[in-house]
């Protein structure tokens, strides 16, 4: 799979887009990029701790406490905090030489398929928004933990959070990757 340029949506240009489009397009990379650049600075704190923690256990004998707690909630922390920018980016697993073959022999069909595809996604990925949600209310409320008492504990709460945030990007930008499909098929353009 190639890369994509930043300024567009997987497989096509949106210099052709309206300016306000364009606009919105940048603030809402703007957001995930940011998501995106928190999950990368999650997994550097994951692997500072993971060596301090094998450090620890093999010279001194003391290892870190909670960091097998802190690692499986983090794994899934970094997948939401950064899904949105890679589907941006055009790095979501995907078959290209269909898509490819469409682009080249019948551009209209491949918009058609990509607004299919975005509307597909939204739905699957509300779903897991919409399960994810009463998960999160009820670790708030009841305020769950992972761990062991007097030893280390943290709140699952946050990451039910960012659970939520990442659907919420990536939904958003399921729907500019829709929207710019509708509107090549309609033929709005600048």
Known sequence: MTDIPPN???????????????????AVDGVTSG?????????????VLVNTDVIGRG??????????EIVSLSIVAIVFLQIAQTFRKGRLTRTEALLNLLNRRAPRLREALDLVFALAAIALIWQIFSASLPLFEKA??????????GDFIAPVWPVKLIILIGCGALIVQLALFALAAALRLTGARR
């Open 8 to 26: 567009t949506t997987p497989g096509v240009d949106d210099a052709d887009l309206p300016g306000w489009f364009r606009a919105i397009r940048r």
């Open 140 to 149: 708030w409320a009841r305020g769950t933990y992972v761990g062991t008492v």
């Open 35 to 47: 998501l995106n650049v928190i999950g990368t600075l999650l997994i550097i704190a994951i692997t």
């Open 59 to 68: 010279a001194f004998n003391a290892p870190v406490s909670g960091v097998p």
